[in-house]
């Protein structure tokens, strides 16, 4: 079994939808015996909350079902998950400086990192999964079509 955790800041917009996309494709796939995600944010402000109205709403539109309430993420998360994937260079350096050995760091990445194809790209490459909190729904869908693309490739990757 391997295990993913999506990182962004509130646990309450992008990370939700990461893990609800990937548990959708991997259930589409077959592959909840191998896989297996998470999703944990990097401020506690949304600890307890369902994911932001918009973000279910839109995550329904394409007929993801988000299950999930918001939680801090903790240094514990290392030895929990395989890989941590993170939305954006805050929440990367965030959990890379939480990170105590070469180990625990190799294990962080960014989402864009797996934007055009199974092998991640440089990280310095990679752009970020932007923030839609403070805009309107288009922002919802720009995240979720991102989304759907880099867990296509990040699940290629993991069942390689
Ligand atoms: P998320 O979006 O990190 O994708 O969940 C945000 C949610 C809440 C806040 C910022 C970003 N906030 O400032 O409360």
Redesign the pocket.
């Known amino acids: 079994m391997k295990k993913v955790l999506f990182v ?8 939700p939808v990461a893990e609800g996309v990937f548990n959708h494709q991997i259930r589409n796939l077959k592959l909840t015996g191998a896989l297996q995600s998470d999703s944990a ?1 990097t401020a506690g ?2 600890i307890g909350e369902k994911p932001h109205t918009t973000s279910a709403s839109v995550a329904a539109s394409y007929g993801v079902t988000l299950n999930h309430r918001a939680r801090q993420f903790s240094r514990t998360d290392f030895a929990d998950f395989d890989i941590i994937v993170c ?1 954006d260079r805050g929440n990367y350096t965030h959990v890379l400086r939480e990170a105590a050995t070469p180990e625990e760091k190799a294990k962080v990445f960014l989402m864009r990192q797996w934007e055009s194809g199974p092998e991640p790209c440089d990280v310095k490459n990679a752009e970020e999964v932007p ?1 839609p ?1 403070y805009g309107g729904v288009d922002g919802f869908h720009l995240v979720h079509q991102i989304l759907e693309t880099c867990n296509r490739n990040l699940i290629s990757w993991l069942s390689r």
């Open positions: 962004c800041l509130g646990n309450i917009c992008r990370s944010g402000y949304h939305m923030d909190y």
